[in-house]
Every structure is written in structure tokens, then in C-alpha cells.
């Protein structure tokens, strides 16, 4: 359906894509990955020419769409796009966001276009806030009507960029949902996250940009559980691991605590792994910090999935305590800490700084 040819596209005279070349069949649901500035949005909006790009072809259903003559309107109806901060217009209903364009672009009557926008509200879970104003919607919600809205001009393949990135974690499950359904029921997709559990479900290709290009390509299992290459191996397991740093002023215990376990679970998390991070946190963490050498902690939590044990690690910024001075190092909190983990590790690590390490 799409077909990417040797494209090029430069900012500034910076390059930031060079020789990406990629086919999208009827069906597919493609996923782009990679860190943050590497070009995945850039390439998304190439492919519906909301931005040009300096050399290449982008072939859809086999005519270039970069060429002058073709009618890049029908195009773009053809290719919706859905987008990290929804886009709705705040001061329109959920309604009248949704039949708006069709009425306009597509001369739809604006009976029919109720009807089908009643009927996609149904399908994305909406159907009883057709009446609401988008600010009267939380983030899951708008973006739910943001895909019924680009369902509206019924295109052939829709590009989502991040869509999910901009929610509270409560709700981008309900949003993933939505997108799963329409990738199900056939729609041509390409989807650009940093949701990796997301991306391995869901596709049936992935794309990993870095070095100005496609580094690697191939299915989840080859991305994410036998990469070929090693800047791809870099990457997913970067995406395993949280990180925070916290000080002895601004940590907030409860938030740290929830985001290390709504980072955790998609990966397995027990009761005793749940209860090991809390109580690390409240009683190893919370008295590091209050030693005055200690200048900040960070926190990392390295999720595992082959059931060896996820790995908790803090490391104090500014303490030079050699091993056997470990901060936490009282009878009763090391007791304690054993009942939780696997094994503890304490190490001097090569920028200086004292670190521990418990595998839960
Ligand atoms: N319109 C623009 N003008 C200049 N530079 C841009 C523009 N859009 C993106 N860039 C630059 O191109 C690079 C890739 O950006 P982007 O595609 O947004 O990355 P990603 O979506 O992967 O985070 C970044 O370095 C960004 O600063
Ligand atoms: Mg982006």
C-alpha cells in the first residue's frame, strides 16, 4: 500500500534521514521505535506529506505522492493521522468535533455523519459523552475520540505518532485497547511508541531508527528478544529499565513508588516483589538520603522477563564509602532486606559512587 524509497530529509542543512526504504502491505500494522530525535515523527509526517522530504519516492497504492500533480487532499483523507496531543477542537463537542470535517471535506450530510459518528463513538466506548466538551474529558477519552475522528473520513491507513505518550498511565491501557481493535479488525497501521510492550504486541513488523535510518528491521521476536545488531540490543534493554533521580527534599515516596510498580507490571510483578519495593524504598532508600554526604540518589528498577528477578538500584550521587560502610548497613534493615530479595550486592561503581543492587 506504502512504499518508502531511498528518502531523505534534512533539516538545516542537518541530516536527519538518509536511504530509508520500506514497504507498508495492506493490513500491517508497522511500528517505528527508537530514542528520543532519531526521526520517527519526521518520518511519519513524510508519509502523509505533511512534511516534504529532500530526496525519495513515497509510493501509495503504487503513485508517488510527492509528485505535483498528485491531489495531496485526497490523499491525506485516505491516510488519517492521530496525534500525542490529540488535536481535538476544545471549543467544539465531542459531536461536533466529530462530524465537522466529513460534512465539510466529504460534503456529508450532517444526518449521515451523526449516524457514523454515532456509531464510531460506540466503537471507541464514547457513545455517552457525545454531548461533552473536550475539556470535560480526561486524556484516555479525548484521544479515543481523536481515533473516532479519523475514522470519520474513512481512511485506508492511519499513522499514529506516540499516541500514547502524552497520558496519565491509568489510561493508556484503554487507549492501546481502542488501537489493538482497529489493528484486529484490519486496518493498515503505522505506529510510532515508546510503549514497548505495546509495539511487540501489536505489530507485525518493526522498524528501529538510529544513525539517521532504518538501523534494524524485523518482527518483535527478532527486535526484542534476538537483535541483531548492537545498537538495538542498546535500546531494548534500555527500555526495561526506570530510572529517577531523587534528592532528600523533592522525593515523594508514594508517587516513586507507584511508578516503579505501574513500570514493573507489565512484566510480572509478585506480592513479595511488590512488597520488596516498598519496603527498600522506605527503609533503605529514606535513610540514604538523609546522610549528609549523600548529594541525590537514583533510583533504577532494570525489569526482567525471564523470571530471574527484577533489579532494584540505587546509587548515591557524592558518597565515596568504600563497600563495608554501606549506609544501610545496620543488622536489622539488612535482615529485612533479605527476606525480600534474591541476593544484594553492594559496589563501588566506576564513576565512584556507592551503589546496591537487590534483585527482587
Ligand atoms: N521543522 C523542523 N525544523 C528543524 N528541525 C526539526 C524540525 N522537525 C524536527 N527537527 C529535528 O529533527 C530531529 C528529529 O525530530 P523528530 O522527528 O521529531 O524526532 P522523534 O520524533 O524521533 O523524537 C530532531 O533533532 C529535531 O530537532
Ligand atoms: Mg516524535
Known amino acids: 500500500m506504502i512504499e518508502v524509497k531511498n528518502l531523505k530529509k534534512s533539516f538545516d542543512g542537518q541530516t536527519i534521514l538518509q536511504n530509508v526504504n520500506f514497504t507498508v502491505n495492506k493490513g500491517d500494522s508497522v511500528v517505528i521505535i527508537g530514542g528520543s530525535g532519531c526521526g520517527k515523527s519526521t518520518l511519519l509526517r513524510c508519509l502523509n506529506r505533511l512534511i516534504v522530504p529532500d530526496e525519495g519516492e513515497i509510493l501509495f ?97 492511519i499513522l499514529f505518532d506516540e499516541p500514547t505518550s502524552a497520558l496519565d498511565p491509568t489510561m493508556v491501557d484503554e487507549v492501546e485497547s481502542v488501537i489493538r481493535r482497529l489493528v484486529d479488525d484490519g486496518m493498515t497501521s503505522v505506529i510510532v511508541t515508546h510503549e514497548m510492550r505495546f509495539a511487540e504486541k501489536i505489530s507485525s513488523n518493526i522498524l528501529f531508527l538510529a544513525e539517521k535510518g532504518i538501523y534494524e528491521e524485523g518482527p518483535a521476536e527478532q527486535i526484542f528478544h534476538n537483535p541483531k545488531r548492537e545498537l538495538t540490543r542498546q535500546f531494548v534493554y534500555r527500555s526495561r529499565m526506570f530510572n529517577r533521580k531523587v534528592t532528600r527534599r523533592d522525593v515523594d515516596l508514594l508517587s516513586l513508588n507507584s511508578e516503579l510498580k505501574s513500570f514493573a507490571m507489565p512484566y510480572g510483578l509478585n506480592r513479595k516483589q511488590t512488597l520488596g519495593i516498598s519496603y527498600i524504598l522506605e527503609e533503605i532508600l529514606m535513610p540514604i538520603l538523609q546522610i549528609e554526604e549523600v548529594n541525590d540518589a537514583s533510583v533504577s528498577l532494570i525489569c526482567d522477563e525471564s523470571g530471574s528477578g527484577h533489579k532494584l538500584i540505587i546509587e548515591c550521587e557524592g558518597y565515596k564509602a568504600d563497600t563495608e560502610l554501606a549506609p544501610e548497613f545496620d543488622d536489622m534493615g539488612r535482615l529485612l532486606a533479605r527476606n525480600f530479595t534474591q541476593s544484594i550486592d553492594y559496589y563501588v561503581n566506576a564513576t565512584g559512587n556507592w551503589e546496591v543492587t537487590y534483585v527482587l
Do not use: W
Open 61 to 157: 497504492e503504487g503513485k508517488n505522492i510527492l509528485d505535483k500533480k498528485t491531489d495531496v487532499d485526497l490523499f491525506r483523507r485516505k491516510v488519517g493521522m492521530v496525534y500525542q496531543q490529540f488535536n481535538l477542537f476544545e471549543h467544539l463537542n465531542v459531536m461536533e468535533n466529530m462530524i465537522l470535517a466529513p460534512m465539510k471535506v466529504l460534503k456529508m450530510s450532517e444526518k449521515d455523519a451523526t449516524e457514523r459518528a454515532e456509531e464510531l463513538l460506540k466503537k471507541v466506548g464514547m457513545e455517552n459523552r457525545r454531548y461533552r466538551m473536550p475539556s470535560a474529558l480526561s486524556g484516555g477519552q479525548k484521544q479515543r475520540v481523536a481515533i473516532a475522528r479519523t475514522l470519520m473520513m474513512q481512511p485506508e491507513c
